[in-house]
């Protein structure tokens, strides 16, 4: 039997038969019997082919075809060329039936590389379609090319045609099915790792959010016990003051009035040495030599007693600031000073460890403007969190001889440049002590709010992280720790004498 494009089962016949080597129960509905009215949709099918009858032959075939209640619509390239051009215009197509040899033995099989590769179209049903099996052999093209089928022309009858055009658009539905569907599940796969990044971002603000929450409240209780504190020592060193005061003040008078008394009583015996013997048994009794001899030095005692009372109110007075909430220029030393009185039971002699000897190697600081309740708020922390790690390490050394030390070195340092921005003068605390000191990893979390490795009830690891808070955010200052494990811990700060706009941007570089 002959095919649809006429072409014999005999190499020798080239005669084109058109309609006529059609079954007779395969109906062709011929071209002045096709509706005017075209469809709005239809099946586009890209013919290439150079032998215009193959056009022809096609269209009469196939122009009855249904699938799916849609027509198809044809549309011709007679070269690879063309129908380069036609594909980019019409990428909805969805069968390509292609010859192989055109302008060029391998124009067909080029064009395949091209849709596949170039135009990345993977879903259009690339039919070959060859008069010249011969030069083009099927197992070899179908190996090598993406193709979805092959066919000789010699064997494409109406029926076979049909049956071919009708397998390539099922399977082109199919595939846009398949296509669609991805497309969905990447777009619910994208939207869902668009939610899941949101709810991620969220979960990290609210955790943020939370730290920041109980950082806040933490340091509100602790500045409310700081400056209740602060108005306690005021107050009792304000009651203590009034008293100490009166005594200091009047003591220089009664050692006037007792040298007289003394004066006058060696002047009595000097004139008068055999009085009555009532007096001479009180002198006896009494031990008046002694006295006499005794009084200067207990009214020197009391002197020293007194001035040392006063020192010590004038600490508490010092120290109080701590509810202070103006900025003044104040001198560091003082600070440290009242700090280290108010800690001094602390530094004394225990059953376990010795005295802890604090060595002071103060430089020449001018004055800095500061927050200084604040500024004593973090040499509390620092000389308290020392003197624990003193005592941790004495409690190990089991008899063994330690002597507990604190250093606190003090200088001034001179103005940094960062980016060609100069930064004034600062000074330098240093706090050190020959304690238990701390590993890397502690070192790494020391200024984490609530972490802490003190036991239950001794610490609530805020100390550090308000330290550190106070110095950053109040004084442009940094705060900067080393330590080694059984060798003790450096605490080093540097601020500058003035805080600037300027100096708490760098600072916080």
Known sequence: MDNIYGFSTQESSQTMLL??????????????EVSEDAPTQSWKVLIVDDEAQVHTATDIALRKFVFQNTPLKFI????????????????DVAIILLDVIMETDDAGLNFVKYVREVLDNQLVRIILRTGQPGQVPEKSIIMNY???????????????????????????????????EIERRQ??????????????????????????LQEIQLQLVQSEKMSSLGQLVAGVAHEINNPVNFIYGNLSHAHDYIKELIY?????????????????????DGELPFIIDDLPKLLSSMQLGIERIRLIVESLRNFSRLDETEI????????INSTLMILQHRLKAKSDRPAINVIKDYGMLPLVTCYAGQLNQVFMNLLANAIDALEERGSRENGTVFHPQVWIRTEVVPGNSYDNISTASGIRVTISDNGIGMTEKVISKLF??????????????????????????KHCAQLQCFSTPEQGTQFIIEMPTLCTATNFAVSMV
């Open 19 to 32: 309609a006529e080597g059609f079954n007779s129960d395969e109906e062709l509905l011929f071209a002045d």
């Open 76 to 91: 011709s390239a007679y070269s690879a060329k063309e129908a380069t051009q036609l594909i980019q215009e019409h990428a």
């Open 146 to 180: 993406d193709i979805n089928d092959y066919k000789t022309k010699t064997e494409l009858t109406t029926s076979k045609l049909y049956t071919t055009v009708l397998t390539a658009l099922r399977s082109f539905c199919l595939g846009q099915k398949l296509q669609s």
């Open 187 to 212: 777009q619910v796969e994208k939207a869902l790792r668009i939610s899941e990044e949101k709810e991620r971002q969220k979960a990290l603000a609210l955790e943020h959010f939370v730290k920041d």
């Open 264 to 284: 006058v009583l060696n002047l009595y015996q000097r004139y008068y040495p055999q009085p009555e013997a009532e007096i001479i048994h009180e002198i006896e």
């Open 328 to 335: 003044k220029s104040v001198d560091i030393h003082e600070g």
């Open 448 to 473: 984490t709010p609530f972490f802490t490795t003190k036991p239950i009830g001794k610490g609530t690891g805020m100390g550090l992280s308000i330290s550190r808070k106070i110095l950053l955010e």
